[in-house]
Nanobody, 123 residues
């Protein structure tokens, strides 16, 4: 099995910065795309940013120019650095990863989610 453990988050004032990290552990053969999603209260989960194993990134329009996603493949970790935070960025942020994992029968593939971490931006 594979686990995603997020850290970071909390309360920050509007205009401030905050960083999130997500470390994957377990029977990992390879991690493909990793990403961050968020779910504001009463709304659906939405993509924030994602990054391939080769470093290609994709961002939601609402965060372009303010958020930066990066990863350390050696550490199986993905990061999200958030600048110029706005109250509308407040949400539970979830890490996501497409993982190829070792199974008793070979190599499996599955999408995993972290437990989520709350980011609250005060105005």
């Amino acid at each position: 099995q594979v686990q995603l453990v997020e850290s970071g988050g909390g309360l920050v004032q509007a205009g401030g910065s905050q960083g999130l990290s997500c470390a994957a552990s377990g029977s990992i053969f390879k991690i493909n795309t990793m990403g961050w999603y968020r779910q504001p209260p009463g709304q659906q989960r939405e993509l924030v940013a994602k990054i391939t194993s080769g470093g290609t990134t994709n961002y939601a329009d609402s965060v372009k120019g303010r958020f930066t996603i990066s990863r350390d493949n050696a550490k199986n970790t993905v990061y999200l650095h958030m600048n110029s935070l706005r109250p509308e960025d407040s949400a539970v942020y979830y890490c996501n990863a497409d993982v190829n994992y070792y199974a008793t029968w070979g190599i499996g593939s599955r999408n995993y989610w972290g437990q989520g971490t709350q980011v609250t931006v005060s105005s």
